[in-house]
């Protein structure tokens, strides 16, 4: 990783379990601090414009589409879910607790 260290940690940034995994990984392979410092912060000045500019994309252009479908049809059916979800968690529960 010491080569391609850099590129390795810009492009941490851009997949959501590798960001948080760049730093201790960076450390252990041998990457000295301000390539990491300078590669961390080169991909942050890229992954977060990019990241806040599509959501506010996808918001302004599919804001009230998607406001119209979780009002209308999606709340019953995550209610539903939640609620399905209660009543297996406590069969199981009672499931295992119950002496054999």
């Known amino acids: 990783m010491v080569r391609r260290g850099a590129f390795a940690i810009f492009a941490a940034r851009f997949v959501a379990g590798l960001r948080f995994l760049a730093g201790p990984l960076a450390g252990a392979t041998g990457v000295p601090p301000p390539t ?3 590669a961390n912060a080169l991909g942050a000045l890229v992954y977060v414009p990019y990241a806040v500019g599509l959501g506010y994309g996808v918001g302004w252009r599919f804001g009230g589409a998607i406001e119209r479908l979780f009002t209308r ?3 019953h059916v995550i209610l539903g879910v939640l609620v399905a979800m209660t009543l297996v968690l406590a069969a199981i529960r009672l499931l295992r607790a119950r002496p054999r």
Do not use: A, E, W
Request: proline share 0%; charged share 35%; aromatic share 16%.
């Open 36 to 38: 990491f410092m300078i």
């Open 73 to 75: 049809r999606v709340d």
